[in-house]
């Protein structure tokens, strides 16, 4: 039998666990590698990949030490590959009192258009901490890399105490 | 005043190489950038430039980044900033972007750091595949 026969050519991954940048750009680079795409299509996609990622390193409230120094957030990925797009979808864990306002500036960036969010994202840089620029411009790189609408979620589960921040970006191949 | 090298995590793609030329003011920062703690990394070098303008000497800045996050497009900003500053005080400053010719979204970047500094950034487009 022909093991690679029966396999089909997309490419769908799954990772759960801390969100170190070693491990992202590891992720990441492997992903652009796998892809059969033009230049343009494979920059948006790792574009993309690593700021939704970066979301979860820097703001999951579940977090993983590293050298006893610094914590990086703990959250879950899923990378699907069809035909002519790809989804990124991630989820982590919130704060509760984070969930409205979280969902509130989530929603306001799909009604922006790309124009608006490239200005608004110019603002937010300027008047940021160098130190820590804030979840907000993070998920405003991720609509304007992704150029569709982002889908934002938030999943409340009692029985793990906590509210969890779900994204699914969406990149197609052929227009990005 | 020494020349600014960096390339110290070469197996690590997220680190910029760095490369500040004190003799001939050309400095370069080339790769990726989208390590933790991002200021930290940009840090030295905003210390060098300020102790390099200090001399009043000419500078040639050459961005060779294929792609940065968000926390660091707040650093570059913080070095055009002071590049800005030192050429409305008179000094000589030449900035070039290097971008990947079938990458559009670069040049958005680069818009926009035009529009935010008022610095001219001269977009070059180079075949990188």
Not at chain 1, 78 to 97: F, G, P, R, W
Not at chain 2, 3 to 29: K, T
Not at chain 2, 42 to 58: H, V
Not at chain 2, 71 to 92: A, C, D, H, P, Q
Request: proline share 2%.
């Amino acid at each position: 039998m022909d093991y690679n026969a029966n396999h089909k050519k997309e490419l769908d991954f799954t990772y759960e666990g801390p969100f170190n940048m070693r491990i992202i750009s590891t992720l990441g680079k492997y992903l652009t590698d796998f892809l059969d795409t033009s230049y343009e299509a494979r920059m948006g996609i790792y574009r993309v990949f690593i700021e939704i990622c970066q979301n979860v390193s820097l703001y999951s409230f579940d977090r993983v030490w590293q050298n006893k120094k610094s914590s990086v957030g703990y959250g879950k990925l899923i990378i699907k590959d069809e035909e002519e797009k790809i989804t990124v979808y991630t989820i982590n864990k919130i704060l509760d009192h984070h969930a409205d306002i979280l969902l509130e500036n989530c929603n306001n960036l799909n009604n922006y258009s790309l124009d608006e969010l490239s200005e608004l994202k110019e603002k937010l840089r300027r008047e940021a901490s160098v130190e820590d620029l804030g979840a907000h411009i993070g998920l405003i790189s991720i609509r304007l890399y992704s150029k569709n609408v982002i889908k934002f979620e938030i999943i409340d589960k009692p029985d793990e105490q906590g509210k969890y921040f779900a994204i699914t970006a969406t990149v197609i191949k052929t227009n990005n | 005043m020494e020349n600014l090298y960096i390339n110290d995590n070469p197996n690590l793609v997220y680190f910029p190489v760095v490369s500040f030329n004190y003799v001939n003011g050309v400095c370069e920062i080339s790769g990726e950038s989208y390590m933790e703690e991002t200021y930290k990394f940009y840090q030295p070098l905003l210390k060098w430039l300020n102790d390099y303008i200090a001399e009043k000497k000419s500078i040639d800045f050459n961005f060779k980044l294929s792609y940065f996050n968000t926390s660091s497009s707040r650093s570059i900003l913080e070095i055009l900033e002071i590049l800005r500053k030192y050429k409305v005080t008179g000094g000589k400053v030449n900035i070039n972007w290097y971008y990947n010719i079938e990458d559009p979204d670069m040049v958005g970047e680069i818009n926009g750091f035009e529009f935010e500094t008022g610095l001219e950034i001269k977009a070059i487009a180079v075949d990188l595949k």
